[in-house]
């Protein structure tokens, strides 16, 4: 008995759940050989706007949790992914990525995420610091989250999304994602993976679609704090987007300078990029 062919269309993933594109709008998907393989949902303007609203409400429950519970629940993200091992594998090599590349390229994405989770409880030691400073004061300087950030996500399939989304969630901020236009599968995959594990509604949002149409809103938006243009490839929108994000005085992490090799070892450098330092003076008793 020869089965119908199920063809599936992807959602969006905003507050935990998986709506349509308010605008009824979709795109194919293909593999490397152009053919067919799912229609994806095509972000507007107005899914960006429900995106940030949903960070934004995630954002207080998930900053204040302890940094060792976020760790835990990062953890949980890595649990499932090496779960969905295979899938992601046959995904990625749908997309195109040389075979030799794809099992490494995943195993390397699980293992970043497990990362980000060990050093969710120890990047304050890393980045805060007590002050020597003249009079009877504690000089103490902490590193706290940024808030709602946005990001574009770069073209390596998988371990670019969770190389960017990772740091970001672990320092306690709540993330707005535009996939990779070309190659959006496994971010659908990993969005599976956030509503099944742990993660709060709303911590991470994950938008399927064109950047350059609904980047330039993200970076103008006034409730989003910091813009993460690390897919952001053609420099005439990376102006653009720094221009707009100027407005409200956004942090602006640029994409790298030259190609970015994703496989290469995880620094704080990410986890640095989207906290602000408090300086709390406190006076020594008698």
Known sequence: MTRIDVRKTHKLYINGAFPRSESGRTYEALDAKGDFIANMAKASRKDARDAVLAARKAFGGWSTRTPYNRGQVIYRIAEVMEGRRD??????????????????????????????????????????????????FF???????????????????????VSVI???????????????????????????????????AGVVNILTGSAAEIAPWLASHMDVNGIDLAGVTDPALATELEVAAAENLKRVLRAPSGPADWLAEPTLARLEAFVETKTVWHPIGV
Not at 102 to 120: K, L, Q, T
Not at 142 to 154: C, D, F, K, L, N
Not at 168 to 187: C, F, K, L, R, S
Request: hydrophobic share 50%; aromatic share 4%; with cysteine.
């Open 87 to 136: 899938q992601f594998i046959a995904e990625i090599l749908a997309g195109g990525t040389p075979p030799k590349r794809v099992a490494p390229c995943v195993d390397a994405s699980i293992d970043r995420v497990v990362w980000y989770a060990g050093w969710a409880d120890k990047y304050v030691q890393v980045l805060g610091n007590a002050n020597a400073v003249s009079g009877p």
């Open 139 to 161: 000089n103490l300087s902490t590193p706290e989250p940024t808030g709602v950030v946005a990001i574009i996500a770069p073209e390596a399939p998988l371990l670019g999304l």
């Open 166 to 200: 990772a740091p970001a969630i672990a320092t306690g901020n709540t993330v707005v994602v535009i996939a990779t236009e070309n190659h959006p599968v496994p971010a659908v995959t990993l969005a599976e993976i956030m509503a099944t594990s742990d993660v709060p």
